[in-house]
Nanobody, 127 residues
Framework: QVQLVESGGGLVQAGGSLRLSCAASGRTFSSYGMGWFRQAPGKEQEFVAAISYSGGSTRYADSVKGRFTVSRDNAKNTVYLQMNSLKPEDTAVYYC????????????????????WGQGTRVTVSS
């Protein structure tokens, strides 16, 4: 069982940066691949980024590639999403999620592959 708590959201101007954190409970965090998803007002939830359990592999949505960086610190049970060059269209509630399947090197983009979710943190980018 993994419990996740996101933090770091807020209001930022276009072109600015934010770093989201996702703190996980449990001694097995290092065996879970992690993902970030977001849901903008009136839209469906979408994949943003994923990182393997070791941190050796990452994957990004085309819309954030080159601007966002996902990383993790297994010693701190935390995964991060560094967001640079933010755009108004990045405005959303951001969720971190842990894979249902442990020790998998796959980096899925669909939410049904993630069994544990945080409560979300809101990011608002003003123009």
């Amino acid at each position: 069982q993994v419990q996740l708590v996101e933090s770091g959201g807020g209001l930022v101007q276009a072109g600015g940066s934010l770093r989201l954190s996702c703190a996980a409970s449990g001694r097995t965090f290092s065996s879970y691949g992690m993902g970030w998803f977001r849901q903008a007002p009136g839209k469906e939830q979408e994949f943003v980024a994923a990182i393997s359990y070791s941190g050796g592999s990452t994957r990004y949505a085309d819309s954030v590639k080159g601007r966002f960086t996902v990383s993790r610190d297994n010693a701190k049970n935390t995964v991060y999403l560094q967001m640079n060059s933010l755009k108004p269209e990045d405005t959303a509630v951001y969720y971190c999620a842990a894979r249902t399947l442990r020790n998998s090197i796959l980096l899925p983009t669909t939410r049904d592959e993630y069994g544990y979710w945080g409560q979300g943190t809101r990011v608002t980018v003003s123009s």
